[in-house]
């Protein structure tokens, strides 16, 4: 088997593999690398993983074998390293069935990663939320049918979170903490489902308190998460003079006066005066915009009033709902929008023609919640 590897001061990639058959005494099925990590599956029903790191003394190869040799009748047909490099799929054919349109292939899950490297990877702040999926999958199986955590993402979704200022302004701990909540909500539907089977109305108080809560504790991390990506975009407003709406009459200056007033009802802290500033400075400049706080878009369908009531969605009084952009807050009504690959959020399509730099720059981000790129 060759390697073509990528070596820098502190990584070892592999950028390209190959391998001859007639070298091996067992035919190789399948064979996957992500960065050093590198799996193969033989006809014998042999999965091995090896791991290429770089020490003192130079390059050195980790051979693992993760399923010993199985009945002749069974076979692989090859394998896939997920993203995060802690599962792989292994996809195995029963061969004792004559014709071969009648076999079955089944996907078996390899681990990659024990509990605690898995853990680590998922707490470590670099790289995306959205690349990790495979580790919070992990999880994710482990908690459905009893919620139980390693210490260490346990705490980051208790009470505890909210007593530690540096938690709170970390963006990537946020989204974490949303998706293990999320989780929990996930715990205890199946607990309900369990023990009434179906009959919703014989939920105990106490699973309903807890149900109840935990919804209760997505929505305050989701609109702290609001909070900081506002205050970010808000700070380039007054960066970028040139760039920002110059009458009340444009269409950006609604995410701007939304913004504005998400602010206005946080719970901003003393240290925060220069975004309540930046806030002043927007509602003097655009104080003949002709609209109230917390009343600044109407319905396309009845054009009625549109209150804003949350950082998801808002409705009209005759019961028209419209979701809100992650990134801008204004309601998705009539421009064209992009959906995340990985959460159920949406955004508005940048428009170069419509939109001012400042927009265009707070609204090419990826997925508020997750990290995960915005589609069309």
């Known amino acids: 088997m060759v390697f073509m590897l990528d070596i820098t001061e502190q990584n070892v990639s592999l950028v390209h593999q190959n391998h001859v058959c007639g070298q091996h005494a067992v035919s190789i099925t399948g064979l996957d690398v992500n960065a050093n990590v590198a799996v193969t599956c033989s006809t014998d029903g042999c999965v091995q993983k090896a791991v290429i790191s770089q020490n003192d003394t130079g390059l050195q190869i980790d051979v693992e074998l993760l399923e010993p040799p199985k009945p002749s009748q069974i076979r692989q047909c090859g394998v896939s390293i997920s993203t995060g490099r802690t599962y792989a799929a292994v996809a195995t054919e029963l061969c004792r069935v004559a014709k071969s349109a009648d076999r079955q ?20 702040n670099d790289g995306h939320l959205c690349t990790k999926l495979d580790s919070l999958e992990f999880f994710r199986q482990i908690t459905v049918a009893n919620y139980t955590l390693p ?9 505890q979170f909210w007593k530690t200022p540096e938690l709170q302004n970390c963006a990537y701990k946020l989204k974490l903490r ?59 407003w007054k960066t970028v003079e040139e760039e920002r709406p110059q009458n009340a009459d444009h269409s950006n200056v609604c995410s701007l006066l939304l913004m504005s007033d998400v602010v206005g009802m946080s719970d901003l802290k003393e ?49 028209h709902q419209w979701k809100r952009c992650c990134l801008s807050l204004q309601l998705c009504q009539l421009r064209q929008t992009r959906k995340c690959q990985h959460c159920d959020a949406i955004s508005l399509q940048p428009d170069e023609k419509q939109d001012t730099g400042w927009m265009l720059g707070v609204l090419n981000n990826r997925c508020l919640y997750c990290d995960g790129s915005l589609v069309s």
């Open 271 to 319: 240290e925060n005066t220069e975004t309540k500033t930046v806030v002043g400075e927007i509602l003097e400049k655009y104080s003949s915009h002709g609209s109230t706080e917390g009343q600044r878009e109407t319905c396309v369908l009845c054009s009625e009033n549109i209150p804003f009531s949350s950082v998801n969605q808002s409705s009209c009084s005759k019961g």
């Open 178 to 236: 949303r998706y293990l909540l999320k989780m929990k909500i996930a715990s205890v539907q199946f607990t309900i489902s369990q023990r009434t089977r179906g009959r919703m109305h014989e939920v105990s108080p106490e699973l309903q308190v807890l149900l109840d809560s935990t919804i209760d504790d997505i929505v305050c991390t989701e609109n702290q998460l609001v909070l900081l990506h506002i205050k970010k975009a808000l700070q380039a």
């Open 105 to 124: 292939t089944k996907i078996f899950i390899k681990p990659l990663r024990s509990e605690a490297e898995a853990e680590a990877h998922i707490l470590s």
């Open 151 to 159: 210490k260490g993402l346990e705490d980051l979704a208790g009470d």
